[in-house]
């Protein structure tokens, strides 16, 4: 059976740091293109990293650049988000899911998607 689950998320000060892991089953990360994705109340899902199983590249929504870091542990078939410096805004259900292009504007080419994390950015 093909899954992802996501785990790490929880409530944290602003300019804090979680990391977030999606892990797999059923099937080989190496293979896939893996992208965060994140959800606040009331808005749409939006894309916010990805990285290429094959050759490792990564891809950064502006909003995160520089903040987020994207990374695989090839062995242990996970995805890392590393979140740093959070704020208020990044608040939202975080979810991970697999493709076969890292196409972050349009997750309905994302498929096997998690149940979500929730992070929570406040003082």
């Known amino acids: 059976q093909v899954q992802l689950v996501e785990s790490g998320g929880g409530l944290v000060q602003p300019g804090g740091s979680l990391r977030l892991s999606c892990a797999a089953s059923g099937f080989t990360l190496d293979y896939f293109k893996i992208g965060w994705f994140r959800q606040a109340p009331g808005k749409e899902r939006e894309g916010v990293s990805c990285?290429?199983?094959?050759?490792?590249?990564?891809y950064y929504v502006d909003s995160v650049k520089g903040r987020f870091t994207i990374s695989r542990d090839s062995a242990k078939n996970t995805v890392y988000l590393q979140m740093n410096s959070l704020k208020p805004e990044d608040t939202a259900v975080y979810y991970c899911?697999?493709?076969?292009?890292?196409?972050?504007?349009?997750?309905?080419?994302?498929?096997?998607w998690g149940p979500g994390t929730q992070v929570t950015v406040s003082s």
């Open positions: 899911a697999a493709a076969g292009v890292c196409e972050l504007r349009h997750p309905f080419v994302f498929a096997s």
């Open positions: 990285i290429s199983g094959d050759d490792g590249s990564t």
